[in-house]
């Protein structure tokens, strides 16, 4: 089992930046590959960008066109997400989870999930 806590959400202005991080508590973190959803009020929850256990293939949804990057250091059991060029329409609460099925991109793959942090980006 992990436990999964994110920060670093907050304001920001359209056109900003903001890194999310994702820490994670147990000795088995580095096995899981991690994912990040968001969801946004009164709409689904969505995928935002997933990276392997090794860090070696990440995958994107669409709409980050180059925007986000994903990443992580096994030596603090941290996940980041770095997003740049934030738009209203990135206005959500932000998920990582552990993934233990086989789609990266379904949420329903992922058992572990974190509380959510908030981002707000004003237009």
């Known amino acids: 089992q992990v436990q999964l806590v994110e920060s670093g959400g907050g304001l920001v202005q359209a056109g900003g930046s903001l890194r999310l991080s994702c820490a994670a508590s147990?000795?088995?973190?580095?096995?899981?590959?991690i994912g990040w959803f968001r969801q946004a009020a009164g709409k689904e929850r969505e995928f935002v960008a997933a990276i392997t256990q090794s860090g070696g293939t990440k995958f994107w949804a669409n709409f980050v066109k180059g925007r986000f990057n994903i990443s992580r250091d096994k030596a603090k059991n941290t996940v980041y997400l770095q997003m740049n060029s934030l738009k209203a329409e990135d206005t959500a609460v932000y998920y990582c989870a552990a993934k233990t099925g086989v789609n990266y991109r379904n949420g329903d793959d992922y058992r572990y999930w974190g509380q959510g942090t908030q981002v707000t980006v004003s237009s």
């Open positions: 147990g000795r088995t973190f580095s096995t899981y590959a």
